[in-house]
């Protein structure tokens, strides 16, 4: 059974740059479309990056766009690097999996879930 765990989340001060690990277990990362979310305090949770598996498309939200990098390094993990962080960034990061396609959406549908890492902007 496929599981998503994501990792190095932490505090970091405004400006800092963090980089998440998404690892999957029991499946391959290749054939899915990869999707990162985020969820505030207080709010609803909002897709910020993809990656089409098929065509190797990327989106990103307008909020992070120009600071955060979506990248799969095998064909178990994905990352989130992302840098000039900013206190609105605080929350609970998110990965995903979807099926496979040329284009992706930010808020794309997504068939499997991890369970988030807490990312805190602050000074």
């Known amino acids: 059974q496929l599981q998503l765990v994501e990792s190095g989340g932490g505090w970091v001060q405004p400006g800092g740059s963090l980089r998440l690990s998404c690892t999957a277990s029991?499946?391959?990362?290749?054939?899915?479309?990869i999707g990162w979310f985020r969820q505030a305090p207080g709010k609803e949770r909002e897709g910020v990056a993809c990656?089409?598996?098929?065509?190797?498309?990327i989106e990103y939200s307008d909020s992070v766009k120009g600071r955060f990098r979506i990248s799969r390094d095998d064909a178990t993990t994905a990352y989130l690097h992302m840098n000039n962080l900013k206190p609105e960034d605080t929350g609970v990061y998110y990965c995903a999996l979807g099926r496979p396609s040329y284009v992706c959406y930010i808020e794309g549908d997504m068939d499997y879930w991890g369970k988030g890492t807490l990312v805190t902007v602050s000074s």
């Open positions: 029991g499946r391959t990362l290749a054939n899915n479309n």
């Open positions: 990656f089409a598996a098929w065509g190797r498309s």
